[in-house]
């Protein structure tokens, strides 16, 4: 489905809390999706492994062990379906539910990401490339990749480290995706940066927008998420016809908050044809370049 004129989108920069129970947790992310939905945003957006914290409700035995902390959580991701679906319902928003572990077709885990519209519909992706923290915890690369076929548009999704790979991201805009949402889960500042720099390169190299959304804060209780830095923003290709930077919107670094901000994408589907460059038609003058739509799964959303 085509994308409308506009989109409102708000993207959280999430603290990873420590609840006492699952009730707390339900009542955290009720509040942060009716938050949210006041904006007026259309599109809400939770980062990597915020479903992590789930983990703290179990106490310290699972909590502190990170293998009893990925098999909680992907115990949990019905359950977390059913809580996002139903706020869905009730705001009539879209939500990219916090990504967490689910279990994988064969054993170990996948890292997997829920976008939930508000008629119920859920679309699965799951994270391609493993960090090196993820190959150690027994994280392993998951179902294909999917563009989503929603009311507001061809959707992808690149969870963290696969919004680094060129390929990865041209596959989803060949497919027709003109809008990636890039959940993320770092450490330090500096691979803050390096999500960043992938979410502007991505969006320059396909004129598509790209939503970046970071847990913040630390959460010294679990092995897992303990440290965590970033800031939410959505970037477009730099052209004057859209935004002289590429950014339509960015965060304060670290600092817990919805960050809101509209992509206009009657402009942006004019890039492509009458814009200051040709970047997505000019991919093809690349030497080696081969067709990679053909790679991607589409699933109707709506």
Known sequence: MAA?????????????????????????????????????????????YAAIEQAAAYGPAVSGDLQATLTAVADLAGHREDLHAKLARQHNVHILVGSGPARAEKAGFVNRAQLVTPSGRIGLQDKQIMTPFERDWGVTAGGPLRVFDTALGRVGIAICYDSEFPLLVRALAEAGADLLLVPSCTERVSGFHR???????RALENQIAVVTSPTVGDALWSPAVDR????????VPPDALLSDTGVVVEGTLNEPAWVTGTIDFARLRKLRTSGEMRNYADWNAQRGVIPLASAVEIVPLI
């Not at 409102?8 to 955290?28: F, H, M, N, R, T």
């Not at 999500?195 to 390169?201: E, L, P, V, Y």
């Not at 965590?228 to 970037?235: E, K, L, M, Q, V």
């Open 4 to 48: 409308p004129r506009q989109l409102k989108v708000a993207s959280a920069q999430y603290p990873i809390g420590e609840p006492k129970d699952l009730a707390e947790w339900e009542a955290k992310i009720t509040a942060w999706v009716a938050d949210g939905a006041a904006t007026g945003a259309q599109l809400l957006v939770f980062p990597e």
């Open 228 to 235: 965590n830095a970033g800031a939410a923003g959505i970037f």
């Open 195 to 201: 999500i960043r720099a992938g979410a502007a390169a």
